[in-house]
């Protein structure tokens, strides 16, 4: 099982910038690759952001690339996500979930999530 706690959301200007940590407690954290998803009120979860186990290969969403980078350092159980260029469509509730297979772009590809944490960009 694995356990995993967001840190790093708060309140940013836009074009600002913020880096979300998500720590992973448990042994089998490097068998996982790792993913950032968030939502919106009112919105549905989406897919923001994957990293392979090895942290070798990325993926982005298209309204994020270029502007967001996902990070892991499997020694300390963590994975990153910098947020850079920060618009106000951004606001949400990040969260990070733990991806056992393949398949990457939708909440029941994950099997754990974080409790989240909240994302405000002002205007």
């Known amino acids: 099982q694995v356990q995993l706690v967001e840190s790093g959301g708060g309140l940013v200007q836009a074009g600002g910038s913020l880096r979300l940590s998500c720590a992973a407690s448990?042994?089998?954290?490097?068998?996982?690759?790792m993913g950032w998803f968030r939502q919106a009120p009112g919105k549905e979860r989406e897919f923001v952001a994957r990293?392979?186990?090895?942290?070798?290969?990325?993926w982005y969403a298209a309204s994020v690339k270029g502007r967001f980078t996902i990070s892991r350092d499997n020694a300390k159980n963590t994975v990153y996500l910098q947020m850079n260029s920060l618009k106000p469509e951004d606001t949400a509730v990040y969260y990070c979930?733990?991806?056992?297979?393949?398949?990457?772009?939708?909440?029941?590809?994950?099997?754990?999530w974080g409790q989240g944490t909240q994302v405000t960009v002002s205007s």
């Open positions: 990293i392979n186990r090895s942290g070798t290969f990325t």
């Open positions: 448990g042994r089998t954290f490097s068998s996982y690759a």
């Open positions: 979930a733990a991806n056992p297979s393949g398949s990457y772009y939708y909440t029941d590809d994950y099997d754990y």
